[in-house]
């Protein structure tokens, strides 16, 4: 390892500081700005790092968690693949879970920056893609019994050089894609926010030079091990398991056991996941960088939200696993749901053991991720086919030291950072009648500290036709855990009322549902976990509850 | 007319007041804002305005033909969350709209931050059975049993104020205007606000949330407004009185009670239209505003001449959806305190000592490090002439603040005082590249202008950060926003949803009578404030079909009258959306959502004062030692802000001092003072980053 240069000054630190935030920061939102499809311009599903040259995260924008702890990878797998063939004005690409990736929908763009001959930092921008091929739209089949059932797959390619990509590539990626249009002109915001990054940080390095800016890098990962360590070290030593279940892998196994075992000693941790079932035929098993991901998700959460999510605040953390278990699936393994599921269930598992350690940091359960989408036709708008990706009646979040649980915010893997589009403008756009969107009472988890609400919808097709609805997700069996004495929330409870009064649950993983007009799709979302035993709720906050209708008894 | 025009500006610490007399001179004063009535600082002012020009107070408003003014009472009800008791009549099944925020949460890494308290707790959201469908059908006709049983809940509630938010009120209002009207029969001094009055647009969170804000704050701006006008009234005036609306046009008091949720950034809407007023005076079109008060730092762009409007935008986590000035607020202003943060860096802000303690050299109790204290430490200020001599500043008291800041870093404290200076030029210039690549601009190509009683000491130094050469600063840079409110026009703004559920774009016809519809009713609300020239401009929000942010496209160019007019209206979007994002997709399906209209009506331009004859250049009236970025030092000539000649010219290092601002000049800096009210810089090309 080369000699660590000195320190710069305190002021100078800090204003190097600020200005690796401020780049991620506006990458961000020059990406914000120029994609095309929903999924990126309204829900917000990517994510932005700088990792230096040793493919450690220094800066990430705060988008979607689940994606930020598992960028080093990505840059990690061009750095193996390339090595020193990597050129100053190439761009990098990949998806594959099995090289540097998460799951499929993922493409992940990295360019790198060269100052004094070296490559000196990676600009990473990883997007959730509408599609990527594979038999179902939009990438989440649950039928898939392997990875190339689930759509394309890009080891860490040379997607272009001089700054330019290859045109024929884009072709190929985006031929592979249902919508090309949609799939290449989100490959070029995403190139052009890594380009935007690249400028920025050639300024800064032709001003302080190369040397400064490591010295700088090495100080902001220390003080950011540092502040992650002190906090740490307020924590009960010991060691703890928690134990978290998906309800099923869509193939008749059910109760699928994701268990951590987490030892504290001092200002460090061990997560050990190596006891989790084996790996199961569907597409809830993770790959290696998004378990990483969730055990570094889990533990930003535990930290102050202030800790930088950067590497250094990451060192703390030391995690063991076993290939061949459903966080961490041999190559081949269909893993597309991963992000979602197993993701919440490795936080879930983490938190319930810290919960010990630091009960006043830990929170109940978030919710679980039930996708459905539509597929059909509407008479409105002859001649063409709609589908329509339920993003509505989300699930709530968990109760806290501080207090009762969010509402309708999702998941852990999201936090409140995905949205669900306006009614009006849906019913204009689709042939969907949304007859109730509101809370459901009853659904959080009693606590000293309640979970926050799921959310109901009575949504009545009125399709041309008959049509066609897939569903992928988990949590209609397993409510979201309550913690530390807290109660568990109800689940999820998903329906389907036929036009003529016959009705059935809706499964979690269910392809090719046949529609009617008429038909009712009753959806009940589970709400969060309790925080602390119910006996200690304040009794005011009951009352309160029961008056405002969040509660019914 | 040849009467004084007054401009009021309440800010947090002071209330400005600009005059403009019959002879087109400029007079500021100020005195301490009251927050618990402002009205009362505002009188105080008028009263330091009228001794400064040596009249009597009734004398001065007898002669006063018109006062603007700017308010920040709706913006404080928001913030400190002291609103009026507000209920909802909404759709039934619907009822927890506001509060399901679009599943969105601030804060990602906080799950343990707990959720704010909506606006309308949900037991006074009361659902009533009614619904329409998205093309104006009755689905639910509106159900009197179940209204008459909302409206007896809410008499026991005894709420000050009612939303009233249906699903698609937007493309027919008849049942929110029936269920309004009962309230008021029912509940008489009620405030009522219909959503479909406030936002008549597609998207329920957003108008049920703008209606929410409306109800909540209405009360509060309304008998605020009255009591101004008492006062001003006890005081001799007998006039127009305006307000400064969000979108930086003003309406009389009556509209701004009215539509109290526009008035919420009716404070820093004042310089924005100052910033306006000086780009039709010849400053440029293409301006960075730069305000920079004692807690924050507002934002804007000017680009072509024409202020960005924007309609994203939350105060107090509340979404307001109304047209609105695209201002960025940042946690950077003179009070902000200097701390080592939790990861032990140095860290400036967004904590502020505020008005009270205010900076350690204030000597009121404050000890904690602020950017003032830096300036003053760094020589910057003078201890002995801040705010015209009114205020001493404590030396001593800022040293020990930063010598203890600096002791944790290894630092003395005039380097603790430098860094943080520079840290706040690096903050402030952050929040500038990310205001500029949200629009899509290169803050190169723009003037910085800084005004706020603390811009001038880092207009230069941010300006180098971004590679901007260009920087002014204008010589009432204090009272700068109250200025601007003089300098701006009656404006309505009037918007209606088209979004159609067959055609993305509705046909020639329909679109014409759609505008036409829309400028009749524009037209006649401004008509009965105002009996002068009236003008339109339309524009529409579109978007792509799969798209879901819509931008605004300006329709003003079009040919409105030859057939082809939804194709050159689609054409027109293509070609705003190849502007902001460097492509248009022709083949691809353009949605129209909204169809939108701005009535302006002209009011008369303020007198330009005689240019001054040609003086001699003032000279220093005195040299101070300053502290230069480098670490060096340099002996800086200190002028008279308000002496300088016309088209004097001064090279930096320097100082410029007025009675309510201070311009700090870095080396290489090349200013003149422009004889139209600006100090205009030039600034060497550095290596921006």
Same mark, same amino acid.
């Given at each position: 390892?080369?000699?660590?240069? /000195?320190?710069?000054?305190?002021?100078?630190?800090?204003?190097?500081?600020?200005?690796?935030?401020?780049?991620?920061?506006?990458?961000?939102?020059?990406?914000?700005?120029?994609?095309?499809? &929903?999924?990126?311009?309204?829900?917000?599903?990517?994510?932005?790092?700088?990792?230096?040259?040793?493919?450690?995260?220094?800066? &990430?924008?705060?988008?979607?968690?689940?994606?930020?702890?598992?960028?080093?990878?990505?840059?990690?797998?061009?750095?193996?693949?390339?090595?020193?063939?990597?050129?100053?004005?190439?761009?990098? =690409?990949?998806?594959?879970?099995?090289?540097?990736?998460?799951?499929?929908?993922?493409?992940?763009?990295?360019?790198?920056?060269?100052?004094?001959?070296?490559?000196?930092?990676?600009?990473?921008?990883?997007?959730?893609?509408?599609?990527?091929?594979?038999?179902?739209?939009?990438?989440?089949?649950?039928?898939?019994?392997?990875?190339? &059932?689930?759509?394309?797959?890009?080891?860490?390619?040379?997607?272009?050089?001089?700054?330019?990509?290859?045109?024929?590539? =884009?072709?190929?990626?985006?031929?592979?894609?249902?919508?090309?249009?949609?799939?290449?002109?989100?490959?070029?915001?995403?190139?052009?926010?890594?380009?935007?990054?690249?400028?920025?940080?050639?300024?800064?390095?032709?001003?302080?030079?190369?040397?400064?800016?490591?010295?700088?890098?090495?100080?902001?990962?220390?003080?950011?091990?540092?502040? /992650?360590?002190?906090?740490?070290?307020?924590?009960?030593?010991?060691?703890?398991?928690?134990?978290?279940?998906?309800?099923?892998?869509?193939?008749?196994?059910?109760?699928?056991?994701?268990?951590?075992?987490?030892?504290?000693?001092?200002?460090?941790?061990?997560?050990?996941?190596?006891?989790?079932?084996? &790996?199961?035929?569907?597409?809830?098993?993770?790959?290696?960088?998004?378990?990483?991901?969730?055990?570094?998700?889990?533990?930003?959460?535990?930290?102050?939200?202030?800790?930088?999510?950067?590497?250094?605040?990451?060192?703390?953390?030391?995690?063991?696993?076993?290939?061949?278990?459903?966080?961490?699936?041999?190559?081949?393994?269909?893993?597309?749901?991963?992000?979602?599921?197993?993701?919440?269930?490795?936080?879930?598992?983490?938190?319930?053991? =810290?919960?010990?350690?630091?009960?006043?940091?830990?929170?109940?359960?978030?919710?679980?991720?039930?996708?459905?989408?539509?597929?059909?036709?509407?008479?409105?708008?002859?001649?063409?086919?709609?589908?329509?990706?339920?993003?509505?009646?989300?699930?709530?979040?968990?109760?806290?030291?501080?207090?009762?649980?969010?509402?309708?915010?999702?998941?852990?893997?999201?936090?409140?950072?995905?949205?669900?589009?306006?009614?009006?403008?849906?019913?204009?756009?689709?042939?969907?009648?949304?007859?109730?969107?509101?809370?459901?009472?009853?659904?959080?988890?009693?606590?000293?500290?309640?979970?926050?609400?799921?959310?109901?919808?009575?949504?009545?097709?009125?399709?041309?036709?008959?049509?066609?609805?897939?569903?992928?997700?988990?949590?209609?069996?397993?409510?979201?855990?309550?913690?530390?004495?807290?109660?568990?929330?109800?689940?999820?409870?998903?329906?389907?009322?036929?036009?003529?009064?016959?009705?059935? /649950?809706?499964?979690?993983?269910?392809?090719?549902?046949?529609?009617?007009?008429?038909?009712?799709?009753?959806?009940?979302?589970?709400?969060?976990?309790?925080?602390?035993?119910?006996?200690?709720?304040?009794?005011?906050?009951?009352?309160?509850?029961?008056?405002?209708?969040?509660?019914?008894? | 007319?040849?009467? +004084?025009?007054?401009?009021?500006?309440?800010?947090?610490?002071?209330?400005?007041?600009?005059?403009?007399?019959?002879?087109?001179?400029?007079?500021?004063?100020? $005195?301490?804002?009251?927050?618990?009535?402002?009205?009362?600082?505002?009188?105080?002012?008028?009263?330091?305005? $009228?001794?400064?020009?040596?009249?009597?107070?009734?004398?001065?408003?007898?002669?006063?033909?018109?006062?603007?003014?700017?308010?920040?009472?709706?913006?404080?009800?928001?913030?400190?969350?002291?609103?009026?008791?507000?209920?909802?009549?909404?759709?039934?099944?619907?009822?927890?709209?506001?509060?399901?925020?679009?599943?969105?949460?601030?804060?990602?890494?906080?799950?343990?931050?707990?959720?704010?308290?909506?606006?309308?707790?949900?037991?006074?959201?009361?659902?009533?059975?009614?619904?329409?469908?998205?093309?104006?059908?009755?689905?639910?006709?509106?159900?009197?049993?179940?209204?008459?049983?909302?409206?007896?809940?809410?008499?026991?509630?005894?709420?000050?104020?009612?939303?009233?938010?249906?699903?698609?009120?937007?493309?027919?209002?008849?049942?929110?205007?029936?269920?309004?009207?009962?309230?008021?029969?029912?509940?008489?001094?009620?405030?009522?606000?219909?959503?479909?009055?406030?936002?008549?647009?597609?998207?329920?969170?957003?108008?049920?949330?703008?209606?929410?804000?409306?109800? +909540?704050?209405?009360?509060?701006?309304?008998? +605020?407004?009255?009591?101004?006008?008492?006062?001003?009234?006890?005081?001799? +005036?007998?006039?127009?009185?305006?307000?400064?609306?969000?979108?930086?046009?003003?309406?009389?008091?009556?509209?701004?009670?009215?539509?109290?949720?526009?008035?919420?950034?009716?404070?820093?809407?004042?310089?924005?239209?100052? #910033?306006?007023?000086?780009?039709?005076?010849? %400053?440029?079109?293409?301006?960075?505003?730069?305000?920079?008060?004692?807690?924050?730092?507002?934002? #804007?762009?000017?680009?072509?001449?024409?202020?960005?409007?924007?309609?994203?935008?939350?105060?107090?986590?509340?979404?307001?959806?109304?047209?609105?000035?695209?201002?960025?607020?940042?946690?950077?202003?003179?009070?902000?305190?200097?701390?080592?943060?939790?990861?032990?860096?140095?860290?400036?802000?967004?904590?502020?000592?505020?008005?009270?303690?205010?900076?350690?050299?204030?000597?009121?109790?404050?000890?904690?490090?602020?950017?003032?204290?830096?300036?003053?430490?760094?020589?910057?200020?003078?201890?002995?002439?801040?705010?015209?001599?009114?205020?001493?500043?404590?030396?001593?008291?800022?040293?020990?603040?930063?010598?203890?800041?600096? $002791?944790?870093?290894?630092?003395?404290?005039?380097?603790?005082?430098?860094?943080?200076?520079?840290?706040?030029?690096?903050?402030?210039?952050?929040?500038?590249?990310?205001?500029?690549?949200?629009?899509?601009?290169?803050?190169?190509?723009?003037?910085?202008?800084?005004?706020?009683?603390?811009?001038?000491?880092?207009?230069?130094?941010?300006?180098?950060?971004?590679?901007?050469?260009?920087?002014?600063?204008?010589?009432?840079?204090?009272?700068?926003?109250?200025?601007?409110?003089?300098?701006?026009?009656?404006?309505?703004?009037?918007?209606?949803?088209?979004?159609?559920?067959?055609?993305?774009?509705?046909?020639?016809?329909?679109?014409?009578?759609?505008?036409?519809?829309?400028?009749?009713?524009?037209?006649?609300?401004?008509?009965?404030?105002?009996?002068?020239?009236?003008?339109?401009?339309?524009?529409?929000?579109?978007?792509?079909?799969?798209?879901?942010?819509?931008?605004?496209?300006?329709?003003?160019?079009?040919?409105?009258?030859?057939?082809?007019?939804?194709?050159?209206?689609?054409?027109?979007?293509?070609?705003?959306?190849? #502007?902001?994002?460097?492509?248009?997709?022709?083949?691809?399906?353009?949605?129209?959502?909204?169809?939108?209209?701005?009535?302006?009506?002209?009011?008369?331009?303020?007198?330009?004062?005689?240019?001054?004859?040609?003086?001699?250049?003032?000279?220093?009236?005195?040299?101070?030692?300053?502290?230069?970025?480098?670490?060096?030092?340099?002996?800086?000539?200190?002028?008279?802000?308000?002496?300088?000649?016309?088209?004097?010219?001064?090279?930096?290092?320097?100082?410029?001092?007025?009675?309510?601002?201070?311009? %700090?000049?870095?080396?290489?800096?090349?200013?003149?003072?422009?004889?139209?009210?600006?100090?205009?810089?030039?600034?060497?090309?550095?290596?921006?980053?």
């Amino acid at each position: 390892m080369p000699p660590r240069p /000195a320190a710069p000054d305190p002021v100078t630190l800090a204003v190097l500081d600020n200005r690796f935030r401020a780049i991620v920061e506006e990458m961000g939102e020059a990406m914000l700005r120029t994609t095309y499809s &929903q999924i990126l311009n309204s829900s917000r599903d990517f994510s932005i790092a700088l990792c230096d040259a040793r493919c450690r995260l220094v800066a &990430q924008a705060d988008h979607i968690p689940v994606h930020v702890g598992a960028m080093p990878f990505a840059a990690q797998a061009v750095v193996e693949a390339f090595g020193d063939a990597i050129a100053e004005g190439d761009i990098y =690409l990949l998806n594959d879970p099995y090289h540097g990736g998460s799951h499929l929908p993922d493409l992940t763009a990295i360019v790198p920056v060269f100052a004094e001959g070296a490559l000196r930092f990676l600009c990473v921008v990883r997007a959730h893609h509408t599609d990527i091929g594979g038999a179902t739209h939009g990438g989440y089949n649950p039928a898939a019994t392997e990875i190339w &059932q689930e759509g394309l797959r890009l080891p860490p390619i040379r997607l272009g050089e001089g700054r330019r990509p290859r045109e024929d590539l =884009l072709r190929m990626i985006a031929a592979n894609t249902r919508l090309p249009r949609d799939v290449r002109g989100d490959l070029m915001a995403m190139i052009g926010a890594a380009h935007l990054g690249e400028r920025r940080l050639l300024a800064l390095l032709a001003r302080h030079g190369a040397g400064l800016l490591d010295a700088a890098v090495e100080a902001i990962l220390d003080l950011a091990e540092g502040h /992650a360590r002190r906090i740490v070290a307020t924590w009960a030593d010991g060691t703890w398991r928690g134990e978290a279940f998906l309800d099923d892998d869509g193939f008749g196994g059910e109760d699928i056991a994701i268990r951590a075992t987490v030892t504290k000693r001092g200002d460090s941790l061990t997560v050990d996941l190596s006891e989790s079932d084996p &790996q199961t035929p569907g597409f809830v098993n993770s790959s290696y960088p998004n378990m990483m991901s969730a055990v570094r998700m889990a533990f930003a959460f535990l930290l102050d939200p202030e800790v930088a999510k950067n590497d250094g605040a990451f060192r703390p953390l030391a995690v063991r696993a076993r290939e061949g278990t459903v966080v961490w699936a041999r190559e081949g393994a269909p893993v597309t749901m991963c992000t979602s599921h197993c993701s919440n269930e490795i936080v879930e598992a983490v938190v319930k053991a =810290l919960a010990n350690a630091c009960p006043e940091r830990a929170m109940g359960g978030w919710g679980r991720r039930f996708r459905v989408a539509i597929k059909g036709r509407d008479a409105r708008r002859p001649g063409r086919e709609f589908v329509w990706h339920m993003f509505h009646a989300r699930p709530g979040g968990g109760g806290s030291a501080k207090g009762d649980g969010w509402s309708t915010v999702g998941e852990w893997h999201s936090a409140g950072g995905l949205k669900f589009g306006s009614v009006e403008m849906a019913e204009a756009r689709f042939p969907l009648f949304f007859r109730r969107h509101e809370f459901r009472p009853d659904s959080a988890g009693d606590g000293q500290h309640r979970g926050g609400l799921g959310g109901e919808l009575e949504l009545v097709i009125e399709t041309d036709g008959p049509a066609v609805a897939n569903t992928a997700g988990d949590g209609a069996r397993h409510g979201s855990a309550g913690i530390l004495g807290g109660r568990d929330s109800v689940p999820h409870d998903y329906r389907l009322r036929r036009a003529d009064g016959s009705e059935r /649950a809706l499964r979690t993983k269910e392809v090719g549902i046949p529609l009617a007009p008429g038909d009712v799709l009753h959806v009940r979302a589970a709400g969060g976990g309790g925080w602390g035993p119910p006996e200690k709720r304040d009794p005011a906050a009951r009352a309160a509850d029961l008056a405002e209708g969040y509660v019914t008894r | 007319m040849s009467g +004084y025009r007054i401009g009021i500006d309440v800010g947090g610490t002071f209330t400005d007041v600009v005059c403009i007399g019959p002879d087109g001179r400029t007079t500021l004063a100020k $005195a301490a804002s009251t927050p618990a009535d402002q009205s009362e600082g505002v009188v105080a002012a008028l009263g330091v305005l $009228a001794a400064a020009l040596g009249l009597p107070l009734p004398d001065l408003l007898a002669r006063t033909e018109r006062i603007v003014h700017g308010t920040t009472v709706a913006t404080n009800a928001l913030l400190e969350r002291k609103g009026a008791r507000v209920a909802m009549l909404t759709t039934a099944g619907h009822r927890d709209v506001i509060e399901m925020r679009e599943g969105l949460k601030p804060e990602r890494y906080d799950l343990r931050l707990p959720p704010p308290p909506p606006l309308v707790p949900r037991r006074l959201r009361l659902p009533v059975r009614e619904r329409l469908r998205v093309d104006g059908r009755v689905e639910v006709p509106l159900d009197e049993a179940s209204l008459a049983e909302a409206i007896a809940a809410l008499a026991a509630a005894e709420v000050e104020a009612v939303a009233i938010c249906f699903l698609h009120s937007w493309r027919d209002p008849a049942h929110e205007r029936r269920a309004g009207a009962a309230v008021a029969r029912a509940l008489p001094g009620v405030y009522v606000t219909l959503s479909a009055e406030v936002l008549p647009q597609i998207k329920e969170f957003e108008r049920f949330s703008t209606a929410a804000v409306n109800a +909540y704050v209405g009360p509060v701006v309304a008998r +605020y407004l009255s009591r101004l006008r008492a006062r001003l009234g006890e005081a001799g +005036y007998a006039g127009p009185v305006f307000v400064i609306l969000s979108h930086g046009g003003v309406a009389p008091v009556e509209e701004a009670a009215r539509l109290a949720a526009g008035t919420a950034l009716s404070g820093p809407a004042g310089g924005v239209a100052a #910033a306006l007023a000086l780009a039709r005076r010849g %400053l440029g079109q293409d301006l960075v505003t730069f305000d920079v008060g004692g807690t924050s730092t507002d934002i #804007a762009l000017v680009t072509a001449g024409e202020a960005a409007l924007g309609r994203g935008r939350t105060v107090g986590g509340e979404r307001i959806a109304l047209e609105s000035l695209d201002i960025i607020t940042l946690g950077a202003g003179g009070g902000s305190i200097a701390h080592l943060g939790p990861g032990g860096t140095l860290r400036v802000g967004p904590r502020s000592a505020g008005a009270a303690p205010g900076p350690a050299c204030y000597g009121q109790g404050g000890s904690e490090p602020t950017v003032t204290d830096a300036n003053l430490l760094l020589g910057y200020l003078d201890p002995g002439n801040f705010l015209g001599g009114r205020r001493r500043l404590d030396l001593a008291a800022a040293e020990r603040a930063f010598a203890a800041l600096g $002791a944790r870093l290894g630092l003395d404290a005039t380097q603790a005082a430098a860094g943080t200076h520079r840290l706040a030029n690096v903050h402030m210039a952050d929040g500038i590249r990310l205001a500029t690549v949200r629009r899509g601009v290169d803050p190169r190509d723009y003037t910085l202008l800084g005004f706020g009683g603390a811009a001038g000491l880092h207009v230069s130094a941010v300006a180098r950060e971004l590679g901007i050469r260009r920087v002014a600063v204008p010589l009432f840079a204090a009272g700068l926003s109250a200025w601007g409110m003089l300098h701006t026009d009656l404006r309505y703004e009037v918007a209606r949803s088209a979004a159609d559920t067959a055609a993305g774009v509705p046909p020639d016809d329909a679109l014409r009578t759609a505008f036409a519809t829309l400028e009749a009713e524009g037209r006649a609300r401004v008509a009965a404030w105002f009996g002068g020239q009236v003008e339109t401009r339309r524009a529409a929000d579109m978007r792509y079909g799969e798209q879901v942010f819509e931008i605004a496209v300006p329709l003003d160019q079009l040919d409105w009258d030859s057939p082809g007019l939804a194709e050159r209206v689609r054409e027109a979007f293509h070609r705003r959306h190849e #502007a902001l994002f460097t492509y248009a997709l022709r083949g691809e399906e353009v949605v129209l959502v909204n169809a939108r209209v701005a009535v302006v009506g002209r009011l008369p331009a303020m007198p330009v004062p005689e240019a001054p004859a040609a003086a001699a250049p003032a000279a220093p009236v005195a040299r101070r030692r300053i502290l230069l970025a480098d670490g060096g030092t340099a002996e800086a000539p200190v002028f008279d802000f308000a002496a300088l000649a016309p088209d004097q010219r001064l090279d930096g290092p320097a100082i410029v001092e007025s009675d309510t601002t201070t311009v %700090l000049l870095l080396p290489g800096d090349a200013a003149r003072m422009d004889a139209r009210g600006w100090l205009e810089v030039e600034v060497p090309a550095a290596a921006a980053l």
